[in-house]
């Protein structure tokens, strides 16, 4: 059974990528509605941590339009590199200008590696894409067969 489960890891290991975009994608968007329902708490974060000429309201605002909708389009694998791409600086932001001030001090949450490891993998997911098991690849499979049928 182990031998058996280790040659298919091994024939198949795109499917791993597809289960982590999936993951990431569903824990981005629970991220985003727990962001909804403490939007107070999450504006004060974002203050601390500075926002420049942006308001905290509208960077918290931000965050979870791109938490929501990203993390549904991970899920699924559709425009996944895009939906990867645009979590990138929201996990940069939280990681420099929230995680790491705290690192080592009296307030550290212990999210500093938990994001890190996020945007970790959004890098990865942008750089090598969806795998087999999204959107993405069942329209670009159709897109080639109707290419095959329909040549210009």
């Not at 182990?2 to 990528?17: E, I, S």
């Not at 993998?121 to 095959?148: M, N, Q, Y």
Request: proline share 4%.
């Amino acid at each position: 059974m182990q031998k058996k489960l280790l040659n298919w890891a091994h024939t198949h290991p795109d499917v791993f990528v597809d289960v982590i975009r999936m993951y990431l994608g569903v824990a981005l968007f629970a991220k985003a509605v727990q962001f909804m329902q403490t939007k107070n708490q999450l504006m004060d974060v974002i203050q601390q941590g500075g926002t420049g000429v942006l308001g905290p309201a509208f960077v918290a605002h931000c965050v979870i339009l791109a938490h929501l909708c990203g993390g549904l389009f991970l899920a699924l694998g559709l425009a996944t590199r895009i939906a990867a791409l645009v979590q990138v600086p929201i996990l940069a932001g939280a990681l420099f200008l929230v995680e790491l001030p705290r690192w080592g001090a009296a307030e550290f949450s212990g999210n500093f590696e938990l994001t890190a490891l996020v945007l970790y993998l959004l890098v990865v997911i942008t750089l090598f894409g969806p795998g087999r098991l999204s959107v993405d690849a069942w329209l670009e499979r159709k897109a080639k067969e109707a290419a095959v049928k329909n040549p210009a």
